[in-house]
């Protein structure tokens, strides 16, 4: 499944083609598919703006790039931004992070720039947004800044009025009168406008996959999800986004290959821990659809992958090095017998081992 790219503003200038890329970026593209799992024209969308900041063609006086990423929850719209300032930065935390949901009254924007000199309390409020934030999530590897609204739409209409001047002039004033610049800075905005539409457009299918197939035209997508934002949002504000991307529900494929990645990461943990009583979990393909069954679904896409596998396996695995039962182990087993709602785990030598 592809997203649906649509550019909202272009500009005329654009990269030298001739113009050396810097060494960090010439496989930025290629780091952020190995994270970012069944959503290519998302990274092929963003990764240009950070090459264009790389090669210091950057416009001036306003944010290197702002996006929009839309689409139904659960389909890796944050996790994008977090798997950027990995490969950028080295760390999913070089990140400001600002979850709108804090900001659904009027009154509560005040927490982003600080009060004002003369309000009370003003020495307690700092602001959620400062120069010194910004700067703190540049790196030595590169000083582009990753600025994430979460969820923008739960804001109050103050908060994205607030923003018209962040995303057209990269400048944002605090409540004590200093600004704040954003001229290295990427700015993502997530939203789940238009989920409620794409999942009506399904209440007479049955199924997964059936979900997939219904929700297949970008066209259609593209109506929903452009839609739906234009009715929140003012004509201004839409205008200052540079791409806006609808994600599409992830298939089958890319729901094994986010498990694959996740166990990976989760044997390169025990292996960081353990150390040298370190082994390796080896899934059953019964094992793998039972993750699969219980950790994703059309509503919240692979959202609860993770919760799953932390109780599945990861809990029951705790219980098994408490009691020494992986002392001298090379491999865990992992399988699931038919009809039963835990897994099971085995010895090297396909032994059980009882939790």
Do not use: W
Request: charged fraction near 20%; hydrophobic fraction near 40%.
């Amino acid at each position: 499944m592809r997203p649906t790219i649509i550019p909202i503003r272009t500009y005329a200038a654009e990269p030298n083609p001739c113009a050396p890329a810097p060494a960090g970026a010439l496989h930025l593209a290629a780091q952020m598919r190995r994270r970012i799992i069944g959503q290519s024209d998302a990274i092929d969308a963003i990764v240009p703006y950070v090459e264009l900041f790389e090669a210091g063609l950057a416009p001036e006086g306003r944010p290197v790039g702002v996006f929009l990423l839309l689409g139904p929850t659960g389909t890796g719209k944050t996790r994008t931004v977090e798997a950027l300032a990995e490969a950028i930065h080295g760390s999913e935390r070089h990140v400001v992070r600002i979850d709108c949901g804090e900001f659904q009254l009027e009154h509560e924007t005040a927490k982003l720039i600080g009060a004002p000199p003369g309000y009370l309390g003003h020495r307690e409020t700092q602001p959620m947004i400062s120069q010194q934030k910004l700067n703190a999530v540049q790196s030595d590897r590169s000083g582009l800044s990753i600025v994430l609204f979460d969820e923008v739409e739960k804001a109050a209409p103050s908060l994205a009025r607030l923003l018209l001047g962040v995303l057209d002039k990269a400048t944002l004033k605090l409540g004590d009168n200093s600004s704040v610049n954003f001229e290295r800075s990427l700015i993502f905005l997530t939203s789940n406008l238009g989920a409620r539409e794409m999942a009506r457009e399904l209440t007479d299918r049955v199924g997964f996959a059936a979900n997939l197939d219904a929700l297949a035209d970008p066209a259609r997508l593209h109506a929903i999800s452009l839609n739906a934002v234009r009715r929140r949002f003012s004509p201004e504000f839409v205008n200052r986004i540079d791409r806006a991307i609808t994600y599409h529900p992830l298939d089958a494929d890319a729901i094994q290959e986010i498990l694959r990645l996740q166990i990976t990461a989760l044997n390169a943990m025990l292996e960081d821990r353990l150390g040298g009583a370190a082994f390796q979990l080896i899934l059953s393909p019964a094992a793998n659809r039972f993750l699969t069954e219980h950790g994703t679904s059309p509503e919240y896409g692979a959202r609860e992958l993770k919760r799953v596998i932390h109780r599945h396996i990861i809990q029951p695995v705790a219980q098994l090095v408490l009691r020494r039962l992986t002392v001298g182990e090379r491999h865990i087993h992992v399988d699931h017998q038919h009809g039963g709602d835990t897994l099971s785990f085995y010895s090297t030598d396909k032994l059980p081992l009882a939790a």
